[in-house]
């Protein structure tokens, strides 16, 4: 298969115009680096709870993004990316690397839809795609968590991920206080 289509055999470009996210695994060039920070930087600016705290500087945010894509280089992790008029407009990542007694199971992490793009299926394209890529790798549970507060749990749900329980005072939200985490799993 043609590594510019899809399982449909559609080019990007053409899924694109039709309207469709191209939607791929991403390498660490300089300009996707340059691209995952400042969807980082407004992911967190806008109050997602992605690991970081606003304000985050862009040295940070591309500090990240390069040890996350040499780890996708090395096949621990796949970071996708979903772009919209060849600009990026979110990203997900697929996190392989597990402990020897759990290479059944992938987790799902740094969920993020830029503030313009969000409602329009993108989340759910790109967990689609992470969700084929973990079957493809032999792996039959996906795991996840999302924030308590403002985080994405309808969002999972809505996706087929089942509600597993909750960790109180898990971590700080971007802009300060304790939120807890909801974790949810399913099965490929």
């Given amino acids: 298969m043609d590594a510019n289509c899809d399982r449909s055999g559609i080019p990007g470009d053409a899924r694109a115009a039709r309207g469709a996210p191209d939607i791929r695994p991403l390498d660490d060039a300089p300009e996707t680096v340059e691209a995952l920070s400042r969807l980082l930087i407004e992911t967190v600016a806008a109050g997602g709870s992605v690991s ?3 304000p985050l500087a862009s040295e940070t945010a591309a500090r990240f993004w390069s040890g996350w894509l040499a780890s996708a280089a090395r096949g621990e992790r796949v970071v996708l990316g979903a772009f919209v008029a060849g600009e990026l407009a979110a990203s997900v990542t697929l996190v392989l690397d597990c402990p020897p007694n759990q290479p059944h199971r992938a987790e799902i992490a740094k969920m993020m839809t830029a503030t313009r793009h969000r409602g329009q299926g993108l989340g759910s394209a790109l967990l689609a795609r992470a969700e084929a890529l973990a079957a493809e790798r032999g792996r039959t549970l996906i795991n996840l968590d999302t924030a308590s ?16 329980g909750e960790i109180p005072d898990y971590a700080l939200k ?15």
């Fill in 52 to 54: 970081f705290l606003h």
């Fill in 149 to 164: 507060e403002e985080g994405a749990s309808v969002f999972y749900e809505r996706n087929g991920y089942a509600f597993a």
């Fill in 174 to 188: 971007p802009h300060g206080g304790l939120t807890g985490t909801r974790l949810y799993w399913k099965r490929l």
